[in-house]
């Protein structure tokens, strides 16, 4: 079946810092998508990537989708302390099962 | 507007009880998900519905079951729950049309059976 490999699996950075981190897949999308889940909360959805070679600004974060249509990266610039939680990409092939499939998150700790 | 809302928002459960986990949305979408999400493994699809009236196995589907009577609720329910169903469980929903399959998530639900 499709998978997404997310990197890095966790990151401890200081406020100010700039964060990337990424996704690939063997498979194709036709859609990726990038959430923020808080301790104790849903997943909320940052930023929706639908074609090839986009790139999407959401304040402080940017998010590409791959032109190969297999990689998205997120990039989040000057961190603060809020920004803590675990990042997960989500892609998604329409035309086929019509459902997402999820990498297994970016833990992100902001030290101030 | 409430979005999705789900209920209970945790619940401890004796193994080999029944439970049923309700989750409501109030934007019309056609589409309706539930995932469990245990650590390290990320958010698993247990069982989806395309539209009312039908629904569909995701990956982990064994163990629950699903109905979707009508376009706002999608409930969930263990007939008979084990400890290996312990997770957190999320309802989501998306439009699910061919330009706009974004899905948004319930707060969730934390279940331990014991």
């Not at chain 1, 790139?55 to 791959?66: D, E, W």
């Not at chain 2, 969930?76 to 948004?104: G, I, K, R, W």
């Amino acid at each position: 079946g499709q998978q997404l490999n997310q990197s890095p699996q966790s990151m401890f950075i200081q406020e100010g810092e700039d964060v990337s981190m990424n996704c690939t897949s063997s498979s194709i999308f036709n859609t990726w998508l990038w959430y923020k889940q808080d301790p104790g909360e849903g997943p909320v959805l940052l930023i929706a990537l639908y074609k090839a070679g986009e790139l999407t600004s959401n304040g402080r974060l940017t998010a590409q989708f791959g032109i190969t249509r297999k990689d998205s990266f997120l990039n989040i610039s000057a961190s603060i302390p809020s920004d803590v939680g675990i990042y997960f990409c989500a892609g998604l092939f329409q035309g086929g099962s019509e459902k997402l499939v999820f990498g297994k998150g970016t833990k992100l700790t902001v030290n101030p | 507007i409430a979005g999705i809302t789900q209920a209970p928002t945790s619940q401890i459960l004796a193994a080999g009880r029944r439970m049923t986990l309700r989750c409501t949305q109030d934007m019309r979408h056609n589409a309706m998900y539930w995932y469990r999400q245990d650590l390290g493994l990320g958010l698993r699809l247990i069982h989806y519905s395309n539209t009312a009236g039908t629904t569909g196995k995701g990956e982990v589907p064994d163990g629950y079951s699903v109905s979707r009577a009508n376009t706002d609720d999608f409930p969930l329910t263990l007939a008979s729950a084990v400890p290996s169903q312990t997770s957190v469980y999320f309802c989501a929903s998306s439009p699910f049309d061919t330009s706009y399959n974004e899905q948004f998530f319930g707060p969730g639900t934390r279940l331990t059976v014991l």
